[in-house]
């Protein structure tokens, strides 16, 4: 090879691989909460099953991760589609204004429950919002409408009702939208059982919000990692500890464990659905709506996410452990989905 | 008058029961470690040995032209086809929440299954024909006995009925398990009955690849020049320092560079192996580059200063003399350097390759994963029968790592020159 060619060759090499990016996708992208990565990728290998598009990519990068992607540019550089185990936040939709992503569709698609469950052989437990607050809380009250750091290590010393176990408490870490979601529905549930501290929420929201999230590090919650099949795994080998996991976890290791009734409720498919097991939390999924005609397949897929046979109370979803909503609000998603009706928040 | 000879027996009793004592604590601590790697490996293959068999169930179903237009396979709607011939294998089922169980017993693949069947074969049209499709996960952690029917039936995933249907299935022989040859020639898959390594295993091959090509020849120059020819001063020695440092960086920190630089000023593409093989080859070139320079320090200088006697320039010295001897340990620190790349996740996640892909990569500018990847995402599915896929992925993982560690030491051995 003479050195011109040479040259020639490298030159064209480099200019190929620095240019590639410029060619648009044919595939769909999407990012964001692993709790909805397994209900996302789900539709997204039926999707490609069963149409000529190509299956979409499905990155499990965290709801605040993925939202930071999904704000981070309007080009078709940046997904499609970005999933989160919570609503989106207004600095997020700023975020995503100042980046010129300006439409943004939003889709509920069902709930997660949240359970504490224990190895089976134990006697199912049942536990308040209050029990668990006082168990697991940094600060609780002492009774004289002040605060105390958390005096409790068993758990009859906070309800006589309860087994005479240490507490012991495995959960998600801080970084995880489970976490999130367990200390906002979980802990300010039982927090603002004390009359007192829900009047605070009105006088100082930060301190509300700090004691009633702020979860004790004194050793008896302990963070066992993003994976919860290793905390399943640990129940087992650790009979009186409890530990913090998504409903499909439970539904897929009932020869295992057991979920704690709490507030009185079992955690089963139909009493999530229906509203009564208080942990339950909303799964969404963002769509940019001006890359709708510009990737293909969007509106396809979108389509496919809200069909009965998906999201529905038979749909495949179902199946992998989603909790469907309510046959109203389904019509309604389903609408605003097919109309493409802005968030508005 | 010295006595040598008690001199040199004095306590000779002692140093040798210390001799012993040592060499027993030496083959206590390799017994230890060996027992661990045994339980390690013994409790991966014990899990994911099952993945070998699958579990398959026959239907019977009617391929006529009614059903089945031979002009126009792909109109025909196999779903429907396969429910009714799960609906005749088992006519006393009826109520609508039996029948879910009965459809449940076959993969969702399975109508894809019979279709790819007939398409393959068409002579099967016409007429009632038996064929084999994949069973769901959960009949096949039955079949292949991982369930314990001693429990209630609200504690386990396979009830009453499905076990009655699945047991009448096997009198029948129309339930069986067979090699399954799935897991090696397909893609990911959210059902664990149908998921398979193809794709991250290619999507592994093509990154090591990139990061091959790149970190090698980068690697090598680097080391070449700074053995033979680079000249010993400070800006040198500050090179020096900095090359051993890069070595020791956690290797998530190459995934945000390669996240900042390849993905944001470059704009190549996302999760694609080109960007990965590039993160992961700068994580390679600091192993590359000492394990090369430690190579060619260790031919001995009169190779060099003899050429350079006899009149070759420094330039042929090194290429002609020098390289060939250190070659073989310049490739053992390489596939060392691949070796520790191929088990990679962390800098992998911040350019996207942390992600669901079915379809399997065929150049390094599609959407790929990697084999550890697979790893993780399998460990966090929920779905009880993806243990037994993780651990099989497991295995491969692992049987690439002892081959490539195996190649390098053969190469070492092949072609090392002993002095």
Known sequence: MSVRLKTLVTTTVLTAAIAAPAIARDQINIVGSSTVFPFSTTVAERFGKSTDFATPIVESTGSGGGLKLFCSGAGVDTPDITNASRRIKSSEVELCAENGVNDIVEVKIGFDGIVLANALGNDPVELSLQDIFLALAKDVPNGEGALQPNPYTMWNEINPDLPAVKIEVLGPPPTSGTRDAFAELALEGGCKTFDWIKAMKKEDKAAYKSLCHTVREDGAYVEAGENDNLIVQKLEANPNAFGVFGYSFLEQNSDKVQGSLVDGVEPEFELIADGDYPIARSLYFYVKKDHVGVVPGIEEFLAEFTSEDAWGEDGYLADKGLIPLSDDERDDWAEKVKSLSPLSM | ?419
Not at chain 2, 20 to 43: T, Y
Not at chain 2, 173 to 191: I, L, P, Q, Y
Not at chain 2, 195 to 224: D, E, K, Q, R
Request: aromatic content about 8%; glycine content about 8%.
């Open chain 2, 1 to 419: 008058m010295i006595n040598f000879t008690q001199q040199a027996g004095f306590g000779l009793r002692r140093r040798k029961r210390a001799e012993a004592r040592f060499q027993w604590a030496g083959r206590g601590a390799i017994l230890i470690s060996l027992a661990f790697l045994v339980v390690m490996f013994v409790s991966i293959i014990r899990d994911g040995a099952g993945v070998v068999w699958q579990s398959q169930i026959a239907v019977t179903v009617e391929l006529s032209a009614d059903e089945v237009d031979p002009e126009n396979i792909g109109d025909a709607s196999f779903n429907s086809i396969l429910k009714e011939a799960l609906r005749e294998a088992f006519p006393e089922v009826d109520s609508r929440k039996e029948k879910k169980r009965l459809y449940g017993l076959v993969s969702s693949e399975a109508a894809f299954e019979i279709e790819r069947q007939i398409r393959d074969n068409p002579a099967l049209l016409g007429g009632m024909q038996t064929l084999w499709v994949t069973a769901s996960d959960d009949a096949d952690l039955y079949i292949s006995g991982q369930v314990d029917t001693e429990l209630p039936e609200k504690q386990r995933r396979v009830s009453d009925a499905e076990i009655a249907m699945l047991d009448q299935l096997l009198a029948d022989g129309m339930a069986r398990e067979a090699f399954n040859r799935g897991f090696f020639t397909s893609g990911d898959s959210r059902e664990p009955e149908i998921a398979g390594i193809l794709s991250s295993l290619a999507g592994s091959a093509l990154t090591l690849l990139v990061c091959f090509v790149l970190s090698f020849p980068l690697g090598i120059g680097a080391a070449i020049y700074l053995e033979e020819f680079a000249p010993k001063n400070r800006m040198s020695d500050l090179i020096e320092v900095n090359i051993n440092n890069l070595a020791a960086v956690p290797s998530i920190v190459f995934g945000l560079l390669g996240l900042s630089i390849f993905l944001g000023t470059m704009g190549l593409p996302r999760s694609t192996p080109l960007v990965g093989g590039m993160v992961l080859a700068l994580m390679t070139l600091p192993t590359i580059i000492i394990a090369s320079r430690a190579a060619l320090r260790s031919v001995p200088p009169s190779f060099k200063e003899a050429a350079l006697a006899l009149g070759a320039t420094p330039v042929q010295a090194v290429f002609h003399h020098v390289l060939p001897v250190a070659m073989p340990g310049m490739l053992t620190g390489a596939i060392v350097g691949m070796a520790q790349a191929l088990g990679e996740t962390a800098p992998l996640l911040m350019i996207g390759m942390v992600a669901f892909i079915v379809d399997v990569p065929t150049s390094i500018l599609e959407p790929a994963t990697a084999l550890p990847v697979q790893i993780f995402l399998w460990a966090d599915a929920p779905e009880r029968a993806f243990t037994e896929k993780t651990a099989a992925a497991i295995i491969v993982l692992l049987t690439f790592l002892i081959l490539m560690n195996l190649i390098a030491i053969l190469l070492r051995r092949k072609l090392e020159t002993r002095f």
